[in-house]
């Protein structure tokens, strides 16, 4: 069965420094691999994803997530924070070209920022 | 844009209580989903509905039921509810063959 890891429960940085979020996968097939993040008090909004092609996607707000298929990683990336990018991250992994099978979360880093 | 509408947006209710969580999107994906975000376990699927008329368990269905009537509506019931039910509920939907999820802003429920 696929499952996502991520390994940091909770991440402080400091504004201005550089981010690296965590996300291994378990899956049998080719998957889609996204990011998600999540604001207090918010739903859920879609970071980036990748679906094929390019290893390296570029997301909103200057994230950036490299999928390395020998590590099972999707790891995302920013190179400098900001206040506001103070939120909870989710990875979620499904299967490609396989219809609405529903995506499978991680439990989630949560990020702070500090001055 | 509306997108996905989920209400209530906070409710307080006592054990055994019947509760329907309401979700309607307008952007006429056809499946539809239910999960749960509780700290620290992150979200769960509930129970999902790939198009109108079908659904499907999640990974904790049990003491919550879901209907398709519609395209547009994906109601999920708690027939009777519990404390353990406490917990924030997410509606999602997406379209077809491309995994992306539109999330509503999310339905806060506490059981007493």
């Known amino acids: 069965a696929q499952s996502v890891t991520q390994p940091d429960i909770h991440i402080t940085v400091s504004e201005g420094a550089s981010l690296e979020l965590r996300c291994n996968y378990s899956?049998?097939?080719?998957?889609?691999l996204f990011w998600y993040v999540q604001s207090p008090g918010q739903g859920l909004q879609l970071l980036l994803k990748?679906?094929?092609?390019?290893?390296l996607v570029q997301g909103i707000k200057g994230f950036e997530a490299e999928f390395k298929r020998s590590q099972s990683s999707f790891n995302l990336r920013k190179p400098s924070v900001h206040w506001s990018d103070a939120a909870e991250y989710f990875c979620?992994?499904?299967?490609?070209?396989?219809?609405?099978?529903?995506?499978?979360f991680g439990k989630g880093t949560r990020l702070s920022v500090i001055a | 844009i509306a997108g996905i509408t989920q209400a209530p947006t906070s409710q307080i209710l006592a054990a055994g209580r019947r509760m329907t969580l309401r979700c309607t999107q307008d952007?006429?994906?056809?499946?539809m989903y239910w999960y749960r975000q509780d700290l620290g376990l992150g979200l769960r699927l509930i129970h999902y509905?790939?198009?109108?008329?079908?659904?499907g368990k999640g990974e904790v269905p049990d003491g919550y039921s879901v209907s398709r009537a519609n395209t547009d509506d994906f109601p999920l019931t708690l027939a009777s509810a519990v404390p353990s039910q406490t917990s924030v509920y997410f509606c999602?939907?997406?379209?077809?063959?491309?995994?992306?999820?539109?999330f509503g802003e999310g339905s806060r429920l506490t059981v007493l």
């Open positions: 999602a939907s997406s379209q077809a063959g491309t995994g992306e999820l539109f």
């Open positions: 952007m006429r994906h056809n499946a």
């Open positions: 899956y049998g097939a080719t998957p889609y």
């Open positions: 979620a992994v499904g299967p490609f070209l396989s219809g609405n099978t529903p995506l499978v």
């Open positions: 509905s790939n198009t109108a008329g079908t659904t």
């Open positions: 990748y679906f094929s092609g390019d290893t």
